[in-house]
Protein backbone atom coordinates (compact mmCIF):
# COMPACT_ATOMS: atom_id res chain seq x y z
CA UNK A 1 0.00 0.00 0.00
CA UNK A 2 1.17 3.49 -0.93
CA UNK A 3 2.61 5.51 2.08
CA UNK A 4 0.31 8.38 1.59
CA UNK A 5 -2.41 6.82 1.87
CA UNK A 6 -1.74 6.41 5.37
CA UNK A 7 -2.10 9.80 5.91
CA UNK A 8 -5.71 9.40 3.64
CA UNK A 9 -7.03 7.09 6.43
CA UNK A 10 -5.96 8.98 9.23
CA UNK A 11 -7.74 12.18 7.41
CA UNK A 12 -10.96 10.21 6.15
CA UNK A 13 -11.24 9.03 10.57
CA UNK A 14 -11.19 12.32 11.24
CA UNK A 15 -13.77 13.60 8.53
CA UNK A 16 -15.73 10.52 10.13
CA UNK A 17 -15.73 11.53 13.74
CA UNK A 18 -16.58 15.34 12.54
CA UNK A 19 -18.92 14.14 10.17
CA UNK A 20 -20.76 11.98 12.93
CA UNK A 21 -20.74 15.14 15.32
CA UNK A 22 -22.12 17.74 12.92
CA UNK A 23 -25.05 15.50 11.54
CA UNK A 24 -25.11 15.78 8.17
CA UNK A 25 -22.05 13.22 7.38
CA UNK A 26 -18.70 12.97 6.44
CA UNK A 27 -18.30 14.11 2.88
CA UNK A 28 -18.01 17.72 3.17
CA UNK A 29 -14.99 17.09 4.79
CA UNK A 30 -14.34 13.81 2.87
CA UNK A 31 -14.45 14.72 -0.90
CA UNK A 32 -11.72 17.75 -0.85
CA UNK A 33 -9.79 15.63 1.46
CA UNK A 34 -9.58 12.32 -0.78
CA UNK A 35 -9.24 15.02 -3.96
CA UNK A 36 -5.97 15.56 -2.72
CA UNK A 37 -4.50 11.96 -3.37
CA UNK A 38 -6.66 10.56 -6.12
CA UNK A 39 -8.82 11.69 -9.17
CA UNK A 40 -11.63 13.63 -8.09
CA UNK A 41 -14.15 11.13 -10.80
CA UNK A 42 -12.61 8.03 -8.44
CA UNK A 43 -13.69 10.02 -5.48
CA UNK A 44 -17.28 10.23 -6.38
CA UNK A 45 -17.10 5.95 -6.60
CA UNK A 46 -15.30 5.72 -3.41
CA UNK A 47 -17.12 8.23 -1.76
CA UNK A 48 -20.30 6.92 -2.21
CA UNK A 49 -19.77 3.19 -1.64
CA UNK A 50 -17.75 3.82 1.82
CA UNK A 51 -20.32 6.50 2.87
CA UNK A 52 -23.05 3.40 2.21
CA UNK A 53 -21.06 2.00 5.23
CA UNK A 54 -20.82 4.65 7.07
CA UNK A 55 -24.53 5.04 7.09
CA UNK A 56 -25.50 1.79 8.21
CA UNK A 57 -23.10 2.58 11.07
CA UNK A 58 -24.88 5.63 11.84
CA UNK A 59 -28.52 4.00 11.37
CA UNK A 60 -27.60 0.94 13.84
CA UNK A 61 -25.84 3.15 16.73
CA UNK A 62 -28.60 6.10 16.42
CA UNK A 63 -31.69 4.28 15.28
CA UNK A 64 -33.97 5.11 17.95
CA UNK A 65 -33.86 8.76 17.13
CA UNK A 66 -35.31 8.13 13.66
CA UNK A 67 -38.08 10.50 12.42
CA UNK A 68 -39.56 8.35 9.35
CA UNK A 69 -41.86 11.18 8.18
CA UNK A 70 -39.07 13.75 7.73
CA UNK A 71 -36.80 10.90 5.94
CA UNK A 72 -39.78 10.07 3.61
CA UNK A 73 -40.43 13.75 2.68
CA UNK A 74 -36.27 14.99 2.57
CA UNK A 75 -35.25 11.38 1.10
CA UNK A 76 -37.33 10.44 -1.97
CA UNK A 77 -36.58 13.95 -4.25
CA UNK A 78 -33.08 13.66 -2.90
CA UNK A 79 -32.68 10.07 -4.26
CA UNK A 80 -34.46 10.86 -7.34
CA UNK A 81 -32.40 13.90 -8.35
CA UNK A 82 -28.97 12.12 -7.38
CA UNK A 83 -29.48 10.21 -10.01
CA UNK A 84 -30.33 13.15 -12.28
CA UNK A 85 -27.06 14.89 -10.75
CA UNK A 86 -24.77 11.69 -10.85
CA UNK A 87 -25.71 11.16 -14.45
CA UNK A 88 -25.09 14.79 -15.66
CA UNK A 89 -20.73 14.10 -14.11
CA UNK A 90 -20.37 13.59 -17.24
CA UNK A 91 -21.18 16.77 -19.25
CA UNK A 92 -20.89 19.67 -16.95
CA UNK A 93 -17.98 21.18 -15.33
CA UNK A 94 -17.05 20.46 -11.39
CA UNK A 95 -15.34 23.21 -10.37
CA UNK A 96 -18.01 26.09 -10.98
CA UNK A 97 -20.27 24.47 -9.92
CA UNK A 98 -18.63 23.29 -7.08
CA UNK A 99 -17.33 26.97 -6.31
CA UNK A 100 -21.33 28.31 -6.54
CA UNK A 101 -22.25 25.30 -4.24
CA UNK A 102 -19.79 26.91 -1.53
CA UNK A 103 -21.10 30.62 -2.02
CA UNK A 104 -24.62 28.96 -1.20
CA UNK A 105 -24.08 27.18 1.78
CA UNK A 106 -22.35 30.07 3.07
CA UNK A 107 -24.81 32.54 3.15
CA UNK A 108 -27.30 30.09 4.40
CA UNK A 109 -25.47 28.69 7.38
CA UNK A 110 -24.55 32.89 8.24
CA UNK A 111 -28.42 33.51 7.56
CA UNK A 112 -29.07 30.47 10.17
CA UNK A 113 -26.60 31.13 13.07
CA UNK A 114 -27.59 35.02 12.78
CA UNK A 115 -30.38 33.87 15.01
CA UNK A 116 -33.56 34.20 11.80
CA UNK A 117 -33.76 30.82 11.59
CA UNK A 118 -37.18 31.21 13.21
CA UNK A 119 -37.91 32.61 9.47
CA UNK A 120 -37.54 29.16 7.52
CA UNK A 121 -40.61 27.39 7.77
CA UNK A 122 -40.65 23.60 9.22
CA UNK A 123 -43.06 22.69 5.98
CA UNK A 124 -43.07 20.03 3.69
CA UNK A 125 -41.92 22.36 0.73
CA UNK A 126 -38.95 23.28 2.62
CA UNK A 127 -38.30 19.15 3.27
CA UNK A 128 -38.93 18.66 -0.75
CA UNK A 129 -36.93 21.22 -1.79
CA UNK A 130 -34.24 20.40 1.11
CA UNK A 131 -34.00 17.07 -0.66
CA UNK A 132 -34.28 18.03 -4.37
CA UNK A 133 -31.19 20.17 -3.71
CA UNK A 134 -28.78 17.97 -1.77
CA UNK A 135 -29.91 15.16 -3.53
CA UNK A 136 -28.74 16.76 -6.72
CA UNK A 137 -25.54 17.98 -5.63
CA UNK A 138 -24.40 15.00 -4.08
CA UNK A 139 -24.79 13.64 -7.47
CA UNK A 140 -23.11 16.20 -8.96
CA UNK A 141 -20.25 17.15 -6.88
CA UNK A 142 -20.04 14.52 -4.26
CA UNK A 143 -21.53 15.90 -1.52
CA UNK A 144 -24.65 17.35 -0.42
CA UNK A 145 -24.98 16.79 3.20
CA UNK A 146 -24.72 20.83 4.36
CA UNK A 147 -27.90 21.41 2.19
CA UNK A 148 -29.54 18.65 3.88
CA UNK A 149 -28.16 19.31 7.14
CA UNK A 150 -29.34 23.20 7.09
CA UNK A 151 -32.92 21.69 6.33
CA UNK A 152 -33.12 19.41 8.91
CA UNK A 153 -31.72 21.96 11.23
CA UNK A 154 -34.45 24.47 10.90
CA UNK A 155 -36.71 21.62 12.27
CA UNK A 156 -34.86 21.66 15.61
CA UNK A 157 -34.35 17.90 16.07
CA UNK A 158 -33.02 16.54 19.23
CA UNK A 159 -29.04 15.13 18.23
CA UNK A 160 -29.55 11.63 17.86
CA UNK A 161 -33.00 11.95 15.66
CA UNK A 162 -31.10 15.04 13.17
CA UNK A 163 -28.24 12.48 12.98
CA UNK A 164 -30.37 8.91 12.62
CA UNK A 165 -32.68 10.66 9.90
CA UNK A 166 -30.08 11.91 8.12
CA UNK A 167 -28.06 9.11 7.79
CA UNK A 168 -31.36 7.53 6.16
CA UNK A 169 -31.71 9.52 3.66
CA UNK A 170 -27.92 9.82 3.31
CA UNK A 171 -28.25 5.83 2.81
CA UNK A 172 -30.63 5.81 -0.36
CA UNK A 173 -28.60 8.92 -1.71
CA UNK A 174 -25.41 7.13 -1.75
CA UNK A 175 -26.60 3.55 -3.02
CA UNK A 176 -28.30 5.56 -6.24
CA UNK A 177 -25.65 7.77 -6.58
CA UNK A 178 -22.61 4.73 -6.19
CA UNK A 179 -24.80 2.44 -8.82
CA UNK A 180 -24.57 5.05 -11.46
CA UNK A 181 -20.70 6.00 -10.86
CA UNK A 182 -19.91 2.63 -10.92
CA UNK A 183 -21.82 2.35 -14.32
CA UNK A 184 -20.02 5.73 -15.51
CA UNK A 185 -16.95 3.61 -14.84
CA UNK A 186 -15.86 5.93 -11.79
CA UNK A 187 -14.47 3.13 -9.80
CA UNK A 188 -11.10 1.25 -10.83
CA UNK A 189 -10.81 -2.92 -9.03
CA UNK A 190 -6.90 -1.72 -7.90
CA UNK A 191 -8.49 0.99 -5.30
CA UNK A 192 -11.13 -2.11 -3.94
CA UNK A 193 -8.30 -2.67 -1.46
CA UNK A 194 -9.78 0.71 -0.17
CA UNK A 195 -12.65 -0.28 1.13
CA UNK A 196 -12.49 -2.59 3.93
CA UNK A 197 -10.34 -0.01 5.56
CA UNK A 198 -12.50 2.72 4.67
CA UNK A 199 -15.64 0.18 5.90
CA UNK A 200 -13.51 -0.18 9.39
CA UNK A 201 -12.73 3.73 9.79
CA UNK A 202 -16.54 4.66 9.46
CA UNK A 203 -17.43 2.12 11.87
CA UNK A 204 -14.29 3.50 14.39
CA UNK A 205 -15.27 7.26 13.56
CA UNK A 206 -19.11 6.61 13.80
CA UNK A 207 -18.76 5.14 17.36
CA UNK A 208 -15.94 8.04 18.74
CA UNK A 209 -18.75 10.73 17.17
CA UNK A 210 -21.33 9.28 19.48
CA UNK A 211 -19.34 8.97 22.49
CA UNK A 212 -18.46 12.85 21.86
CA UNK A 213 -22.29 13.65 21.52
CA UNK A 214 -23.06 12.30 24.77
CA UNK A 215 -21.11 15.75 26.41
CA UNK A 216 -22.59 18.28 23.76
CA UNK A 217 -25.57 20.13 24.36
CA UNK A 218 -27.89 20.31 21.77
CA UNK A 219 -27.37 24.22 21.80
CA UNK A 220 -23.17 23.66 21.42
CA UNK A 221 -24.89 20.70 18.73
CA UNK A 222 -26.41 23.42 16.30
CA UNK A 223 -24.14 25.53 16.26
CA UNK A 224 -20.86 23.13 15.77
CA UNK A 225 -23.35 21.82 12.66
CA UNK A 226 -23.50 25.56 11.43
CA UNK A 227 -20.26 26.48 12.55
CA UNK A 228 -18.84 23.82 10.91
CA UNK A 229 -20.62 24.12 7.51
CA UNK A 230 -19.17 28.00 7.41
CA UNK A 231 -15.62 26.41 7.71
CA UNK A 232 -15.76 24.58 5.58
CA UNK A 233 -17.57 26.52 2.93
CA UNK A 234 -14.49 29.10 3.28
CA UNK A 235 -12.19 26.40 2.68
CA UNK A 236 -13.04 24.99 -0.25
CA UNK A 237 -13.60 28.47 -2.03
CA UNK A 238 -10.13 29.47 -1.06
CA UNK A 239 -8.72 26.27 -2.65
CA UNK A 240 -10.91 26.74 -5.58
CA UNK A 241 -8.52 30.17 -6.11
CA UNK A 242 -5.25 28.83 -5.30
CA UNK A 243 -5.36 26.17 -7.46
Not at 28 to 47: E, H, N, Q, R, Y
Amino acid sequence: METNYYLFFFLALLAEIIGTVSGFGSSILFVPIASMFIDFKLVLGITAVYHIFSNISKIFLFQNGLNKKIALRLGIPAIIFVIIGAFLTNYISQKEIELGMNFIILLMAFYLISGKANQLKQTNTNLYSGGLISGFLAGLIGTGGAIRGITLAAFNLEKNTFIATSALIDFGVDTSRAIVYIYNGYFQSKHLILIPFLIIISIIGTYIGKLLLTKISDQIFKYIVLGLIISMSIIQTIRYFIK
